[in-house]
């Protein structure tokens, strides 16, 4: 367990554990002040486990940006190689006609 989550859980064992001792004794006010207590930190709780996942969320966010980023290629060198390779296609059509032309079809 991590030391928030023990903290948290001290807490709120403290927390109930002082209402249920106070000196009239427990009445339904201090049952009702230790049952809001424990909710809210079982809220808490979930909102802590909540943060924590979108934390590596952005986290992964964040390694998907800079892949993005490192393996991205800008719309001019991909308009610089397809050019080159139109130039190499018309290059090969004319050895090609050239080749039909001393060998007939």
């Known amino acids: 367990m ?11 064992l403290l927390y109930s554990g002082a209402v249920y001792a106070s000196p009239i004794g427990p009445s339904w ?6 049952a809001v207590g424990l909710l809210i930190s079982a809220v808490g709780w979930y ?16 390694q998907m940006n800079d892949a993005m980023l490192r393996d991205y290629h800008p719309k001019a060198d991909i308009k610089e190689l397809l050019d080159e390779i139109k130039h190499s ?12 032309g001393l060998y007939g079809r």
């Open 47 to 62: 909102a802590k486990g909540i943060s924590g996942r979108v934390d590596r969320l952005d986290q992964r966010v964040q």
């Open 29 to 34: 006010e201090n049952i009702g002040i230790g």
């Open 2 to 12: 991590k030391a928030s989550t023990v903290a948290v859980l001290a807490g709120t």
């Open 89 to 100: 296609m018309a290059a090969l059509h004319l050895k090609f006609e050239k080749f039909e």
